[in-house]
């Protein structure tokens, strides 16, 4: 992308926080509106655990959007971290992207949800996501449960897909439209403001999480414990590797067994799976090690949460 002049009159810019309950489509979202993947996305609740900031620069704003974890009742320290983090991001922004999930029906969650942002003093657009699984004749009423549900705001609402892409183009034009005028916060060419390492860690815990299901995931930390570089032997082949070390860490000893897997079968497949996802990132080939080790109770634990990275009060 061409170097953009922020100083030119009108240019607009802002942070926008994505609230919602788990499993709505947050971080789907995000991918979709940078074009790349970014934020790990699955279909088991409670995937978005740090707050990731994604950057979407145009000739005429920047909106950075902040994927928070789904706002759940929390059942544990770490449960508690990931709803502190949520709110917090709601204090700090410019706006805010509330996401339901339009599938069903509005519920209590969704009743909670709101509540908690009825009050804010600034911007909230409404996004009905999944809009790809309704039928055509349930269009009219499910939109009309969801109006109900924000009656006494004056929150705009837009139905979409954010895996098909549906009505994407729109809620960024209004989101657009809702930015306080304002400098460009970061480079053109930046997306995202995690560095790379943390992404990579991000997208081993994805595939764990999609290949073991309800067996490991809420105990699974990853830590990225070397990158280097591995020049090719031979000097007429320039193609170098970029050799990665990994340690997953579980909580207890069966969940280990899990995720190596019958003759080491799963921990392979995890391995394979997230080395594509690092080589696009990284746009080279990729050597991933991975092990796997049991810290018990590390979710628990204060010291074990800071090292992981999430972030206390
Ligand atoms: P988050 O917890 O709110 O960040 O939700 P994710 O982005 O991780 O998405 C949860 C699941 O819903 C994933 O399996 C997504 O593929 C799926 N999903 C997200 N958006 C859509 C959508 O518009 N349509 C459909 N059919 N599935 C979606
Ligand atoms: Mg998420």
């Given at each position: 992308m061409s170097e953009i002049d922020s100083n030119q009159e009108g240019f607009k810019s802002g942070f926008i926080a994505l609230i919602g309950r788990p499993n709505v489509g947050k971080s789907t979202f995000i991918n979709k509106f940078v074009g790349e993947k970014i934020a790990i996305t699955s279909p088991i609740a409670q995937t978005t655990r740090n707050r990731l900031k994604v950057i979407l620069t145009n000739e005429k704003s920047q909106i950075i959007f902040v994927d928070t974890p789904g706002i759940h009742k929390p059942h544990h320290l770490l449960g508690e971290r990931l709803v502190h983090s949520a709110k917090r991001s709601i204090g700090e922004v410019d706006g805010v992207l509330v996401v339901f999930e339009a599938s069903h029906s509005p519920g209590r969650g969704d009743a909670f949800i709101l509540n908690l942002i009825r009050n804010l003093k600034i911007p909230v657009i409404v996004?009905?996501?999944?809009?790809?699984?309704?039928?055509?004749?349930?269009?009219?009423?499910?939109?009309k449960e969801y109006s109900d549900l924000f009656e006494g705001t004056n929150w705009p609402v837009f139905c979409c897909s954010a895996l098909t892409g549906h009505g994407c183009n729109e809620l960024i034009s209004a989101i657009e439209e809702q930015l306080p005028l304002g400098p460009q916060l970061y480079p053109s060419?930046?997306?995202?403001?995690?560095?790379?390492k943390f992404l990579m860690a991000e997208f081993i815990r994805e595939q764990v999480l999609i290949n073991t299901r309800e067996e490991v995931p809420h105990s699974v930390a990853v830590s990225i414990d070397k990158v280097e570089d591995i020049p090719s032997k031979k000097t007429s082949n320039r193609n170098s590797r970029t050799g990665i070390l990994a340690t997953i860490c579980v909580e207890k000893k069966s969940q280990k067994g899990i995720l190596i897997g019958k003759g080491g079968a799963m921990l392979k497949k995890i391995g394979q799976e997230s080395r594509l996802q690092i080589q696009t990132l990284i746009n080279?080939?990729?050597?991933?090690?991975?092990?796997?080790?049991?810290?018990?109770?590390?979710?628990?634990k204060s010291s074990r949460l800071n090292e992981f990275g999430y972030e206390g009060s």
């Open positions: 996004v009905l996501n999944k809009w790809d699984l309704l039928e055509l004749s349930q269009f009219k009423e499910r939109k060419n930046m997306t995202c403001d995690h560095p790379e080279g080939n990729v050597y991933l090690e991975l092990f796997v080790k049991v810290v018990p109770d590390w979710r628990s």
